[in-house]
């Protein structure tokens, strides 16, 4: 199929209901045949960002571009892009192979052209054959499969996707996250995905676009989103997540009595949170000490929780705050335990200070 | 089978044999439980069934059986005979399949832009909007039709307007003709078009037409392609109450056609109203019911009649 794909550009784009910002001003660069997740919790503006660019959604301002082409004012049946719905919107009084042929029979392709071309993308979604039957007669997934066909079928140099995993169960779900990571590979077209579930952005996405309250909140490769969070509702969105108040004062970095080194130089004096995630914290046994990449905590066992691959220790430091850490499920210490947590430099993370969302 | 759908089906007691059933615990008592839910089912319907018996089966009954008496009270076809013969009578239903057809018609056009206008604004407005289009339900048949009349008529409002904004000169014949006759039928009948029509437009998924657009079709184009077939339910099930109730239609049809447009419910009141003649008036009236039952049954192999009368679910 072609390689072409297309650089998407928003810039100051702004959907305000009453007075509410659905979309308020957002900027974001897609790369050319870039596999881009939008993530965000429902209401955070994702979806609607996803209809601006399929042109259902007309913004109040702002400018779209699909490479150099303004595509603002252009109607959503003009821009050539495919898209795969959330409930895959295959239309019921249609064949599968009709519905796959729509896009090209709207194209003006002779009526052979269009079977076997719909024969192919539906093979390619391990569906051949498939084309005569009646869309009712399908399970969920080969509904997503077909959808996904319709889109590919008329090679749109960009791909807007909507959940469209959201109504498949686990097992279904991931196995198709790898599917359609590799048919994005093969294909080569620009992708734009819309998700609340923050695994399913982690395991897809070439870049993440955490989105809340139609803003921005951080733009970077998954493993800058889960290891270096920019805030407090990037780092508490993506992955568990505590956060201790710490104090910054000459450069050092203080929680209670203890100084904390960090990875990169502290920043200005003042309060600060100190973000840790349960699985990076360590319970070093008795005289095991913790290292010069480490920073090490004081806390007091409170409570087990068995979780099958792992389980979730509850602890308290010296001043009561609670904090939670992941480890081996095999049999830990007893709740009252005096531990040591260690803490890779990496792993320690200053947020600024906000309240919780 | 069984109501609340316990599941007793061979999933798991398939490879075993039959009967070891009845050695279970209280087989008994839960069959029993099972024919008490099955009666008491039916006694909820039975005031019904007994209503349907006497006022509709068993008059019609009868009037199969006066249909087939003669004048002198022998039995003969020569009611059907006469109206076989006598080019009146095709005349008869020949108007009454011209005005119950070109009512349907007028509906469909009326009632189609007017369903989808109410099926894309809001739903409070829609709802306030569909209060208006049942208004005329409320009020008595007679009270509209005459109403028509003092409306239609040669020295009524609308010639008197016309004639005085200088729209036209003679008065217009309006009533006591086909126009008037569809005028006042298409009144009465726009509800019960404009009602399945909505409904089976407000349950398409608007994300079809978004799809539609999506892949490269026209505001137009996806009209065509995929609302319209997508409320053919609801147009199927409008234009067939609409004809129906037009084929025995007899009031408004009689006022405003004063005379001039015969169909066959007038036919029947003067065959009893005037001539007395029962047995011609129940041939007339087997014959109407068996034209109308055929409708149904060839409207029903066009489209599924459970689904368009119950308002299927659209996913």
Not at chain 1, 139 to 147: F, L
Not at chain 2, 72 to 81: A, D, N, P, R
Request: charged share 20%; hydrophobic share 45%; glycine share 8%.
């Amino acid at each position: 199929m072609s390689n072409a794909s297309l650089p998407i550009s928003v810039s100051q784009i702004t959907k305000r209901y009453g007075k509410v910002f659905a979309l308020d001003h957002v900027d974001l660069e897609i790369r050319s045949g870039e596999f881009m997740t939008l993530l965000g919790p429902s209401g955070s503006g994702k979806t609607t960002l996803l209809t601006v660019l399929a042109g259902f959604t007309r913004p109040d301002g702002g400018s779209l571009k699909f490479g150099d082409a303004e595509m603002v004012c252009v109607p959503p049946h003009k821009r050539d892009v495919g898209m795969v719905f959330q409930n895959y919107a295959l239309f019921p009084h249609m064949s599968v192979a009709d519905n796959v042929g729509f896009p090209l029979k709207l194209r003006r392709v002779k009526p052979a052209e269009i079977a076997q071309r719909a024969e192919r993308a539906l093979e390619m979604v391990r569906l051949g054959g498939y084309g005569g039957r009646g869309v009712e007669q399908l399970s969920g997934g080969q509904r997503q499969r077909v959808a996904l066909a319709r889109a590919i079928v008329f090679e749109p140099r960009i791909m807007l996707m909507d959940e469209p995993l959201s109504a498949l169960d686990k097992q279904l779900r991931e196995h198709m996250q790898i599917e359609l990571r590799q048919l994005h590979d093969k294909l080569g077209m620009t992708t734009v995905y819309v998700t609340h579930d923050q695994r399913e952005a982690l395991t897809m996405s070439d870049r993440i676009a955490v989105i809340n309250s139609g803003r921005i909140m951080q733009l970077d490769t998954p493993r800058a989103i889960y290891e270096r969070p920019k805030n407090r509702f990037v780092a508490e969105f993506i992955g568990e997540s505590t956060f201790l108040p710490v104090t910054v004062a000459q450069g050092r970095v203080r929680l209670g009595e203890q100084t904390l080194r960090t990875a990169t130089p502290p920043p200005a004096d003042g309060q600060r949170l100190l973000m840790l995630r349960p699985e990076r914290l360590r319970m070093l046994g008795a005289g095991e000490a913790a290292g010069d990449a480490s920073n090490c905590i004081d806390a007091t066992l409170v409570a087990t929780v068995y979780q099958g691959d792992s389980s979730l220790f509850q602890v308290v430091l010296g001043d009561g705050t609670a904090l939670s850490v992941r480890g081996a499920s095999a049999a830990g210490p007893a709740p009252g335990a005096l531990l040591r947590l260690a803490v890779n430099v990496e792993d320690t993370v200053l947020l600024a200070m906000e309240p919780a969302a | 089978m069984n109501p609340l759908g316990h599941a007793r089906g061979p999933t798991q007691g398939a490879q075993r044999e039959s009967g070891a059933e009845d050695a279970l615990p209280n087989v008994q008592a839960l069959r029993r439980t099972d024919l008490f839910e099955r009666l008491g089912l039916l006694a909820l319907v039975a005031p019904a069934l007994l209503l349907i018996l006497v006022t509709m089966l068993l008059p019609v009954g009868w009037l199969f059986y006066l249909s087939l008496l003669s004048d002198q009270g022998t039995f003969s076809l020569e009611h059907y005979q006469r109206m076989w013969e006598q080019p009146s009578y095709a005349r008869t239903f020949w108007t009454t399949f011209q005005v119950s057809f070109l009512s349907t018609a007028i509906c469909i056009a009326l009632g189609y832009p007017l369903a989808y206008f109410l099926s894309e604004i809001p739903k409070r407005a829609a709802n306030l909007c569909m209060i208006a289009v049942l208004l005329p339900l409320w009020t008595s048949l007679l009270v509209r039709t005459y109403a028509w009349l003092v409306l239609l008529q040669r020295r009524g409002l609308i010639n008197n307007w016309g004639i005085e904004l200088g729209l036209w000169d003679e008065p217009l014949a309006l009533v006591h003709n086909l126009t008037g006759t569809l005028i006042g039928t298409v009144h009465v009948m726009l509800p019960f078009m404009v009602l399945p029509l909505y409904s089976a437009m407000r349950s398409i998924d608007r994300n079809y037409l978004r799809a539609a657009a999506n892949l490269g079709a026209s505001p137009l184009r996806s009209f065509w392609t995929v609302f319209v077939p997508l409320a053919m339910p609801g147009l199927l099930t409008g234009a067939l109450i609409v004809f129906i109730l037009c084929l025995g239609f007899y009031i408004t049809p009689a006022v405003l056609g004063g005379g001039k447009v015969i169909m066959v419910s007038s036919r029947i009141a003067n065959d009893i109203e005037i001539f007395f003649n029962w047995g011609a008036a129940s041939a007339l009236g087997v014959v109407l019911l068996v034209v109308t039952a055929l409708i149904i049954l060839a409207a029903a192999r066009l489209v599924r009649l459970d689904g368009v009368l119950g308002g299927r679910e659209r996913v």
